[in-house]
């Protein structure tokens, strides 16, 4: 006899990507873990509050392989043992400490030393769900109101800028070898290989452990173009 669940149970099996796993924690932030065939691809987007990159990776990786991580809560700062940090900022201690300073003013030191403990603790199991296996990349997706390219020529090794009327729509590598893929592109995009200043963020990250990460930012709303960018570079990006 088959029943409701009996046939979900059996439909998931053959489709996982319709049926995404649970929730997983990642150095205490809750994120949706959707995975799809067996590429080492990984993919994620981490601040709540940049919708339009959710929907495009969500929809993406309806019919693509590999491993995505979409955070959960729809803030762009999360809380990290009651205090608040930007979770693009908790790969390092040095770069976690300066954003809780940051957004909680006046935070007790013992309070502070005991999230950036929490966070130095869990961080090698976050970073073994989020760092690809040797030769694959790290796809970051991001959407900005404010923030374009020009914020970032100055700190890049290396430039493309074939879009200079639309400077929020950029990509941000750490490998040359894939910024001279991405530079045929029509798209903008700069290159930034050195793990110094160690902010806390993913890409310092990839710089410093050698893996290959590329980040794509644009226009919070601008689900077309940016759909359209990532197929362009998932396209042609080995
Ligand atoms: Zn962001």
Redesign the pocket.
Known sequence: MNNGIDRRVFVAGWFPALFPKPEVELSGVAFRRKSFGHSPRRFIV??GD?GT?RDVLDTYMFDHEGVAYLVSGSE?NVDVQGLKIDP?RMFSRVGAEKSIRGLNPGVAEDRLRAALDFLDKERGKALRQLVPPKGSRLFAL???REYSVQDEIAASDATSIQEPDRPRSFFLCTSPADFEVLKKSPFNVVLQSKAEPDDGSLSRLAARMGFRYINL?CAIGDYEGQMARVRWMEDRLG
């Open positions: 981490i601040h940049e990159a762009r693009n991001h959407n900005n930012e």
